[in-house]
């Protein structure tokens, strides 16, 4: 079907250079591919946004997203587990509708960390920008994405930003995130040990949040429309 439906199109539109190539080979040559970045400018940073989170006056990693098996949220908890972040009284948040208290997945991460997980569930944007802002580090383990909205929301905000190293990665997020090489836990064990000894330093903050600032929806509608003019015509 989208070998199909790719060979009927008259545009294809993705979201990265990364996806576009793995459609080609899959598919074949895809004649009138566009590549076009999703914008991630919809979080707006205030000086409301150093203001703490309830209940989060101190350090703390940070992952926001869904429980999806390919998120590798078993892997994330090693790799919490394998850190000193508990010995250092550094928790874990977990943001996002699948981590609302009753959930099978936030019963799952809570049976992993114990009280050094701390469960938000879905929150607004506002409180988002506030914990990315405040986080030590966003940790996004995922196996594999074809844009990876978080790692560049949080990059929007200056954030540290801790992910496996995939094409699709180093293609949004440049030499501006910390990549995990081999994957293993203890890897990623001592590079959260490496952030959480380590102060952030404000400039890099500053061209961590330049960089994803490029991506924005205003240039993800144009380009949307340019490709509907052009298969309108």
């Not at 993705?14 to 996806?19: E, G, K, M, W």
Request: some cysteine; proline content about 3%.
């Amino acid at each position: 079907m989208l070998e199909f439906a790719c060979t009927q199109a008259q545009g294809v539109i993705v979201p990265t250079r990364t996806v576009g190539d793995q459609l080609r080979s899959l598919v074949g040559f895809t004649a009138g591919l566009t590549v076009s970045h999703y914008g991630v400018d919809h979080l707006e940073s205030n000086d409301d946004d150093r203001s703490p989170v309830a209940g989060l006056t101190k350090r703390y990693l940070l992952y926001v997203g869904q429980a999806r098996s390919h998120k590798a949220l078993p892997r994330l908890c090693a790799a919490y587990l394998a850190s000193n972040a508990h010995d250092l009284g550094v928790p874990f948040v977990f943001a996002g509708r699948d981590f609302t208290d009753s959930t099978h997945h936030a019963k799952a991460v809570r049976s992993e960390l114990g009280n050094a997980a701390i469960l938000l569930g879905e929150i607004d944007d506002s409180t988002l920008a506030r914990l990315y802002c405040n986080a030590s580090a966003l940790v996004h383990l995922a196996e594999y994405e074809g844009f990876g909205f978080t790692p560049l929301e949080a990059l929007t905000l200056g954030t540290r930003v801790v992910v496996n190293d995939l094409d699709v990665f180093r293609e949004t997020l440049a030499d501006h995130a910390f990549y995990c090489r081999t994957g293993s836990t203890e890897e990623i064990g001592a590079l959260l040990n490496r952030l959480l000894w380590t102060s952030d330093d404000p400039s890099q903050r500053e061209i961590r949040a330049l960089w994803a600032g490029r991506y924005t929806w205003k240039a993800h509608v144009d380009d949307l429309l340019s490709v509907y003019r052009k298969v309108g015509q």
